[in-house]
């Protein structure tokens, strides 16, 4: 049974920042990708960004600059940092683990932009 739990979403106004972070409960011991997704009301979830073992990083277009996804896999744990935010940012956040065929997702943190 994997675990992922993720922390650090909230209420922030627009321009503001926020660090989200996802732990796994376990390692995976090998190749796999590390990513947040979200999905706003009404929506279908979209990737926002993730991260490779090797460290190559992918964005969505619309939070190219602004947001960064980095990982710690001594802690098992993969964060994004989101800068400049704005209204339609709001959404709830999902972390992701791919490893091969296997998807592992955590419960969600909410992420509000608002003024």
């Known amino acids: 049974q994997v675990q992922l739990v993720e922390s650090g979403g909230g209420l922030v106004q627009p321009g503001g920042s926020l660090r989200l972070s996802c732990v796994a409960s376990?390692?995976?011991?090998?190749?796999?990708?590390m990513g947040w997704y979200r999905q706003a009301p009404g929506k279908q979830r979209e990737l926002v960004a993730s991260?490779?073992?090797?460290?190559?990083?992918n964005y969505v277009d619309s939070v190219k600059g602004r947001f960064t996804i980095s990982r710690d896999n001594a802690k098992n744990t993969v964060y994004l940092q989101m800068n400049s935010l704005k209204p339609e940012d709001t959404a709830v956040y999902y972390c992701?683990?791919?490893?091969?065929?296997?998807?592992?997702w955590g419960q969600g943190t909410q992420v509000t932009v608002s003024s």
């Open positions: 992701n683990v791919r490893v091969a065929v296997y998807n592992y």
């Open positions: 991260v490779t073992s090797g460290g190559s990083t």
């Open positions: 376990r390692d995976f011991f090998g190749i796999y990708t």
